[in-house]
C-alpha cells in the first residue's frame, strides 16, 4: 500500500483511508458481520488510516467501527475522529460538548488514544465558540497526549485554509473538492501543505455523485450536476468502464501533485475496497478519462456553494 507521513514527525499513513460514515449506514443498512469484513480487508490489505465521526448514522458508525477493531493492536490503526457536529442542523463547539464528545468517541470506538481529532464541519458552527473553546480545548488534549493531532473539517475551502493557518492545526479535512467534478482543493491544498498541514481529500466520489447509480437523495447537488455526472456514468458504460473507477483512479493517482496526504473513501463491502485499492495503481483509460471529463466539463468546479441545489442534510 502506498503511504505518507501524517506530518513531519507523524505516522505513515496509507494513501487510501477507509471513510467510515458508510458503517453507519448513511448510504445503505450495513450490518454489523459485513463492518468486520470490511475493516478486516482494510487492515489486512495495509489500509490502516480511517475516519470517523460521532455525527455519522448518529453514532453507529464509531459503534460499529469500535466492535470491528476489538482485538487490533492499537498501533495497527491511525484513527481519526470529530467533534462538533450533532445532529443534521446541530452543532457545539462549546469545551464541554467537545470532551464529553471526546470521551463518548473513545468509549465506543474502544479507545484511550484518538490519533486525529478535527472540528467537524466548521462553517456551520459558531465562529467565536470554536475559535475560543473547541480549538483551545483540542490543544490542551493534544498537550495532554490524549489526542495525537488536532484538525479541522469542512466543505468551505476558504473558510478552512483561513483556520487552518490562523490557528496553526495539524490537519485540515474537504470534502467532493478534489473530484473529477470540481477540483478546487488543489491550489489550497498545496500551499497548505507547504505550511505543513496534512490535508485529506474525503468524498472523491462526491458523495456518490461519480458512480453509476448516482448520489442519494439528501444529496446537496444542483440537478445541472446531477444530470452532468449521469451523461458521465453513461458514457463511461458505453465504453466498457466504469465512472466510479475512473473517478477514483484520478483522485488517487494525482493526489500527491494536488498536495493530499490521503484520500478518504466511505467502503462498506470488501468488493469496494478491493477494487479501489486497484485503483490506485491501474494505468487510467485515457479514453473514459475524456469522456467524464466532456461530460462534467460544463459543470466542472461548480460545487452547490455556487451553484445550489437540494439544500442537503445541513441546508435550508
Ligand atoms: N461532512 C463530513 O463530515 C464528510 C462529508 C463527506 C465525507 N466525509 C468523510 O469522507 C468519507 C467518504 O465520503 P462518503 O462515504 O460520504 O462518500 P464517497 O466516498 O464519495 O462515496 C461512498 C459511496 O460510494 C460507494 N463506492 C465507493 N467506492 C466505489 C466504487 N469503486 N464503485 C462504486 N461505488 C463505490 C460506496 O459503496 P459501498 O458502501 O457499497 O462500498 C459508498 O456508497 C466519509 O466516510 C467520511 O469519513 C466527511
Same mark, same amino acid.
Given at each position: 500500500?502506498?503511504?505518507?507521513?501524517?506530518?513531519?514527525?507523524?505516522?505513515?499513513?496509507?494513501?487510501?483511508?477507509?471513510?467510515?460514515?458508510?458503517?453507519?449506514?448513511?448510504?445503505?443498512?450495513?450490518?454489523?458481520?459485513?463492518?468486520?469484513?470490511?475493516?478486516?480487508?482494510?487492515?489486512?490489505?495495509?489500509?490502516?488510516? =480511517?475516519? +470517523?465521526?460521532? !455525527?455519522?448514522? %448518529?453514532?453507529?458508525? @464509531?459503534? &460499529? $467501527?469500535?466492535? /470491528?477493531?476489538?482485538? *487490533?493492536?492499537?498501533?495497527?490503526?491511525?484513527?481519526?475522529?470529530?467533534?462538533?457536529?450533532?445532529?443534521?442542523?446541530?452543532?457545539?463547539?462549546?469545551r464541554e460538548?467537545v470532551l464529553r464528545s471526546l470521551d463518548?468517541?473513545?468509549?465506543?470506538?474502544?479507545?484511550?488514544?484518538?490519533?486525529?481529532?478535527?472540528?467537524?464541519?466548521?462553517?456551520?458552527?459558531?465562529?467565536?465558540?470554536?475559535?475560543?473553546?473547541?480549538?483551545?480545548a483540542?490543544?490542551?488534549?493534544?498537550?495532554?497526549?490524549?489526542?495525537?493531532? =488536532?484538525? +479541522?473539517?469542512? !466543505?468551505?475551502? %476558504?473558510?478552512?485554509? @483561513?483556520? &487552518? $493557518?490562523?490557528? /496553526?492545526?495539524?490537519? *485540515?479535512?474537504?470534502?467532493?473538492?478534489?473530484?473529477?467534478?470540481?477540483?478546487?482543493?488543489?491550489?489550497?491544498?498545496?500551499?497548505?501543505?507547504?505550511?505543513?498541514?496534512?490535508?485529506?481529500?474525503?468524498?472523491?466520489?462526491?458523495?456518490?455523485?461519480?458512480?453509476?447509480?448516482?448520489?442519494?437523495?439528501?444529496?446537496?447537488?444542483?440537478?445541472?450536476?446531477?444530470?452532468?455526472?449521469?451523461?458521465?456514468?453513461?458514457?463511461?458504460?458505453?465504453?466498457?468502464?466504469?465512472?466510479?473507477?475512473?473517478?477514483?483512479?484520478?483522485?488517487?493517482?494525482?493526489?500527491?501533485? %494536488?498536495?493530499?496526504?490521503?484520500?478518504?473513501?466511505?467502503?462498506?463491502?470488501?468488493?469496494?475496497?478491493?477494487?479501489?485499492?486497484?485503483?490506485?495503481?491501474?494505468?487510467?483509460?485515457?479514453?473514459?478519462?475524456?469522456?467524464?471529463?466532456?461530460?462534467?466539463?460544463?459543470?466542472?468546479?461548480?460545487?452547490?456553494?455556487?451553484?445550489?441545489?437540494?439544500?442537503?442534510?445541513?441546508?435550508?
Amino acid at each position: 500500500m502506498i503511504s505518507n507521513r501524517l506530518g513531519a514527525e507523524g505516522p505513515r499513513v496509507s494513501a487510501l483511508a477507509l471513510g467510515a460514515a458508510s458503517l453507519g449506514g448513511v448510504y445503505q443498512p450495513v450490518s454489523q458481520a459485513q463492518a468486520n469484513l470490511v475493516v478486516a480487508a482494510a487492515l489486512e490489505a495495509g489500509v490502516n488510516l =480511517i475516519d +470517523v465521526a460521532p !455525527y455519522y448514522g %448518529a453514532t453507529r458508525a @464509531e459503534t &460499529a $467501527l469500535g466492535a /470491528a477493531l476489538r482485538g *487490533v493492536p492499537r498501533d495497527d490503526v491511525v484513527l481519526m475522529t470529530k467533534v462538533g457536529r450533532q445532529g443534521d442542523k446541530s452543532w457545539d463547539f462549546s469545551r464541554e460538548a467537545v470532551l464529553r464528545s471526546l470521551d463518548e468517541s473513545r468509549r465506543r470506538l474502544g479507545v484511550d488514544r484518538i490519533d486525529v481529532l478535527q472540528c467537524h464541519d466548521i462553517e456551520y458552527g459558531d465562529r467565536q465558540q470554536l475559535l475560543d473553546e473547541a480549538l483551545p480545548a483540542l490543544r490542551e488534549l493534544k498537550a495532554q497526549g490524549v489526542i495525537g493531532r =488536532i484538525g +479541522v473539517t469542512g !466543505y468551505d475551502l %476558504a473558510l478552512l485554509e @483561513e483556520i &487552518a $493557518l490562523a490557528e /496553526a492545526v495539524d490537519t *485540515v479535512m474537504a470534502y467532493c473538492t478534489y473530484t473529477l467534478q470540481d477540483q478546487r482543493l488543489a491550489p489550497v491544498a498545496r500551499r497548505l501543505a507547504a505550511q505543513g498541514v496534512a490535508v485529506f481529500n474525503a468524498s472523491p466520489l462526491g458523495m456518490g455523485l461519480l458512480t453509476a447509480d448516482g448520489p442519494p437523495d439528501w444529496h446537496p447537488a444542483h440537478d445541472r450536476v446531477r444530470d452532468a455526472a449521469m451523461a458521465a456514468a453513461r458514457r463511461c458504460r458505453a465504453l466498457g468502464a466504469d465512472l466510479s473507477f475512473v473517478a477514483l483512479q484520478f483522485a488517487l493517482q494525482t493526489a500527491a501533485q %494536488a498536495g493530499v496526504v490521503s484520500t478518504v473513501v466511505g467502503m462498506s463491502r470488501p468488493e469496494t475496497l478491493r477494487q479501489n485499492i486497484a485503483a490506485l495503481t491501474t494505468q487510467i483509460d485515457p479514453a473514459a478519462l475524456a469522456a467524464v471529463q466532456d461530460a462534467l466539463a460544463p459543470v466542472k468546479d461548480l460545487g452547490w456553494d455556487l451553484l445550489p441545489g437540494h439544500g442537503g442534510k445541513a441546508g435550508a
